[in-house]
């Protein structure tokens, strides 16, 4: 909407460097995700540790999961963490873990996505580690825990937890410079910034309908494929 693309993967110009102010890394490196950044160019460098950090009580903690710092908070609290970490840890290495893509899960790590990721949480819920939860959820997928499910909960933050991220100087705002370049070299006009998008219907056959507006004029595009990606306080409605 403010004449850039990239939604989230944003960045801002400080001196003369760019920096990340939106979403950071991203930790697709193999299979056919592995094959897209080989074509597009682009070098996965690992995000240095610690990748979680934790602003608790007036200071900040820099790595929240590891023993030593859960050892530094109140017991019922370091309990919790605990459970929660050996639970994490049981579905990460297991067959359950919730895969993406979808199709490829085992239906018991399907069944994660009928509950949400704070009822999962439950037997964990001290109130200091859900406000950290959930100010996760908020950043990474817009949403409470109780509003997002187990399924995208646990998939999402096995990353942070197995410390696997990868990451441009500028954030994901890289990667969508790198793309767009690669979208614009294959024909002119192919994206559109400023738009709003209000309506998406679908349009007989394989097709969809969009429609937009664009410089205060209502128009409409007809499409084979439309991928549909908002936060989750939009999806929800």
Known sequence: LAGRIGGNAKSSRYKDREFNIGSAYYVGVDGELGKFWSEIGLKPHPVKHPLD???????????PWQDAEIAKF???MARAMRGAKRAFKEVIDGKD????PYATSTP???ALDKISFAEWMKPYAHPAVMSFIDAYCYGAMGGAAREVSAYGGINFYADVLEERAYACPEGNAGL????????RRAGADRIHEGCAVYKIAPAGGD?????????GESLAVEAKRVVLAV???VASR
């Open 53 to 63: 950090r934790w602003f608790h009580e007036g200071k900040w903690v820099p790595d």
């Open 74 to 76: 109140p017991e019922p």
């Open 97 to 100: 873990f919730p895969q993406n």
């Open 108 to 110: 018991k790590a399907l």
């Open 176 to 183: 969508v410079k790198i793309m767009a370049e690669h979208i």
């Open 207 to 215: 097709r969809a309908i969009v429609s937009y507006t664009r410089r």
């Open 231 to 233: 936060p989750y306080f």
